[in-house]
């Protein structure tokens, strides 16, 4: 604690962007010097000195730049901590230092860029009005359902020699690739698979494979890459493809017994699936109107590091070796907004909770660790959730908070249902 009487001065407020310039004179910059010096005191060395006996004067003459930058972190912190005490606002990310104008013993200003939390206070969260959309499950759903299962689990089989193809086949080919009756270099295909009943990536070539058998080569031309080429397909295989029937070992692969369980399952999946959507839908529209109603400015730099995060969890679930070679320039403008609404509901959860009083207690912190680790079926999973819970506490604990919040303005709002 220096005890000097700085002198500073808002110069911008822009959202939760907050600039003051401050200025030193005369004692203080003396002051502040005399601790600089103090401090390197402790750590430089010169010939003849013992650590920590060097003169200041020489330390001064010596070495200049350390003592001004010494001075100038010395002022920045007790300016700082004077426009925290006086303002009673406080950083959320290092404070950032601009414009130093410095000459010793005579002249020392600096500007503080600090950006703080938004101050608010939260409107409109009671009484929303929000649209539930209730869907109810058909017959026709439910056999949808179990016709994606069984397309799913469909198996190509291979047709009888002489079968010639038809549109409902799938065949494997070699193809050759020719121009100007030039064989074209690399331009050899192996193993390409053709369904016939689909649009193909080279005109022609279903057309010319149609009625062939296995063993058979045909060839086509066609326009190719805007160049007239010719094409020599070697027929490999010719396949049908195979929907597995309901029958008992489809049914013990779903686990059931019969039709008619695995028709009371499919409902069930589609009833919860449609339950979820609908809570989501719910969730979104309580969002939505927070955000319309409430005007919140946000930190730059916190929405640049909810941004890296949003990326860092998109590279995780790519969960490829290409990912190393994303940018996350060819993501921002898409990251942006998400971040963005992230944090104002946050920052409105948490600010709702205090307004109405909403916490979480230690108890219902150690009540719903156990609830996590009782879901979980090895050692190892519930060694590393109680270590989370550990390490994270705080983080664990607000997002309690939030949830617990969330459901308040859910039980105050108006929940219209709507069947659709």
């Given at each position: 604690?220096?005890?000097?009487?700085?002198?500073?001065?808002?110069?911008?407020?822009?959202?939760?962007?907050?600039?003051?310039?401050?200025?030193?004179?005369?004692?203080?910059?003396?002051?502040?010097?005399?601790?600089?010096?103090?401090?390197?005191?402790?750590?430089?060395?010169?010939?003849?000195?013992?650590?920590?006996?060097?003169?200041?004067?020489?330390?001064k003459q010596q070495f200049?730049?350390?003592?001004?930058?010494?001075?100038?972190?010395?002022?920045?912190?007790?300016?700082?901590?004077?426009?925290?005490?006086?303002?009673?606002?406080?950083?959320?990310?290092?404070?950032?230092?601009?414009?130093?104008?410095?000459?010793?013993g005579k002249k020392l200003?600096?500007?503080?860029?600090?950006?703080?939390?938004?101050?608010?206070?939260?409107?409109?969260?009671?009484?929303?009005?929000?649209?539930?959309?209730?869907?109810?499950?058909?017959?026709?759903?439910?056999?949808?359902?179990?016709?994606?299962?069984?397309?799913?689990?469909?198996?190509?089989?291979?047709?009888?020699?002489?079968?010639?193809?038809?549109?409902?086949?799938?065949?494997?080919?070699?193809?050759?690739?020719?121009?100007?009756?030039?064989?074209?270099?690399?331009?050899?295909?192996?193993?390409?698979?053709i369904d016939m009943s689909?649009?193909?990536?080279?005109?022609?070539?279903?057309?010319?494979?149609?009625?062939?058998?296995?063993?058979?080569?045909?060839?086509?031309?066609?326009?190719?890459?805007?160049?007239?080429?010719?094409?020599?397909?070697?027929?490999?295989?010719?396949?049908?493809?195979?929907?597995?029937?309901?029958?008992?070992?489809?049914?013990?692969?779903?686990?059931?017994?019969?039709?008619?369980?695995?028709?009371?399952?499919?409902?069930?999946?589609?009833?919860?699936?449609?339950?979820?959507?609908?809570?989501?839908?719910?969730?979104?529209?309580?969002?939505?109107?927070?955000?319309?109603?409430?005007?919140?400015?946000?930190?730059?730099?916190?929405?640049?590091?909810?941004?890296?995060?949003?990326?860092?969890?998109?590279?995780?679930?790519?969960?490829?070796?290409?990912?190393?070679?994303?940018?996350?320039?060819?993501?921002?403008?898409?990251?942006?907004?998400?971040?963005?609404?992230?944090?104002?509901?946050?920052?409105?959860?948490?600010?709702?909770?205090?307004?109405?009083?909403?916490?979480?207690?230690?108890?219902?912190?150690?009540?719903?660790?156990?609830?996590?680790?009782?879901?979980?079926?090895?050692?190892?999973?519930?060694?590393?959730?109680?270590?989370?819970?550990?390490?994270?506490?705080?983080?664990?604990?607000?997002?309690?908070?939030?949830?617990?919040?969330?459901?308040?303005?859910?039980?105050?709002?108006?929940?219209?249902?709507?069947?659709?």
């Amino acid at each position: 604690m220096l005890g000097l009487n700085k002198k500073y001065k808002k110069v911008k407020e822009e959202g939760c962007v907050l600039v003051f310039e401050g200025n030193f004179v005369d004692k203080e910059i003396v002051d502040i010097e005399a601790n600089a010096l103090m401090k390197l005191q402790v750590a430089v060395s010169l010939p003849g000195f013992r650590q920590g006996k060097v003169p200041p004067h020489m330390i001064k003459q010596q070495f200049p730049s350390m003592v001004k930058e010494e001075a100038l972190d010395i002022a920045a912190k007790a300016l700082l901590e004077d426009i925290a005490n006086n303002e009673k606002i406080y950083p959320v990310v290092s404070p950032m230092v601009s414009d130093v104008a410095y000459e010793p013993g005579k002249k020392l200003s600096l500007k503080i860029t600090i950006e703080v939390n938004p101050k608010f206070e939260p409107q409109k969260y009671e009484n929303l009005k929000v649209t539930k959309k209730i869907k109810k499950i058909t017959d026709e759903d439910v056999e949808n359902y179990i016709k994606s299962i069984r397309e799913y689990n469909a198996y190509l089989e291979a047709v009888p020699q002489e079968t010639p193809i038809s549109e409902s086949h799938y065949v494997i080919v070699d193809y050759e690739v020719y121009e100007n009756g030039i064989k074209v270099e690399n331009g050899d295909v192996k193993g390409e698979i053709i369904d016939m009943s689909s649009p193909q990536g080279i005109a022609g070539m279903s057309a010319a494979i149609l009625g062939a058998k296995k063993g058979e080569t045909k060839e086509f031309e066609t326009e190719f890459d805007s160049k007239k080429m010719k094409f020599v397909v070697k027929i490999n295989e010719v396949k049908r493809k195979v929907v597995p029937e309901i029958d008992e070992k489809f049914l013990k692969a779903a686990g059931v017994s019969s039709q008619e369980e695995l028709r009371t399952n499919v409902r069930k999946i589609l009833e919860n699936e449609s339950n979820i959507n609908s809570e989501k839908e719910v969730i979104k529209q309580i969002e939505d109107s927070l955000i319309r109603d409430n005007k919140i400015p946000l930190p730059p730099t916190v929405v640049e590091e909810e941004i890296k995060e949003l990326f860092e969890v998109f590279k995780r679930r790519m969960n490829t070796q290409s990912d190393q070679n994303l940018n996350i320039k060819d993501y921002y403008s898409s990251l942006k907004p998400i971040a963005e609404r992230n944090l104002k509901i946050t920052y409105l959860l948490h600010n709702i909770a205090r307004k109405e009083n909403i916490a979480v207690s230690d108890e219902d912190y150690k009540k719903e660790m156990d609830k996590v680790i009782a879901s979980l079926k090895n050692e190892d999973e519930i060694k590393k959730a109680k270590e989370m819970f550990e390490t994270r506490k705080s983080y664990v604990m607000a997002s309690m908070v939030e949830n617990k919040t969330f459901e308040f303005i859910k039980s105050k709002a108006e929940i219209k249902e709507e069947n659709i």
